[in-house]
């Protein structure tokens, strides 16, 4: 029972929160355009100094949305402003 408690509780320890944003969503938190979120995309650079290519969902070169860490969507936008979105 402890082995596998334990490989539970490493399994969690390796998950994290991510919030779901389209690109229209994250380029108003980021108070850029979309056409800029997009560009910092495509070109695989940080946009406001944030890895927005790696948070991309990308099927057949377009982008669907947007795995932002819960973390930096916190410090994006802050907590209280987030159960608005839900």
Not at 7 to 17: I, K, Q
Not at 21 to 41: F, G, H, M, R
Not at 53 to 73: I, L
């Amino acid at each position: 029972m402890d082995d596998l408690s334990n490989s539970s509780s490493s399994f969690f320890a390796d998950c994290f929160v991510v919030r779901r944003l389209t690109q229209k969503e994250l380029a108003k938190y980021l108070n850029v355009t979309p056409s800029a979120l997009s560009q910092a995309t495509k070109q695989g650079r940080s946009c406001q100094g944030w890895p927005v290519s790696e948070w991309a969902e990308c099927r057949g070169g377009r982008v669907f949305w947007y795995e932002v860490p819960d973390e930096a969507a916190s410090e994006i936008r802050p907590p209280s402003l987030w159960s608005f979105l839900s």
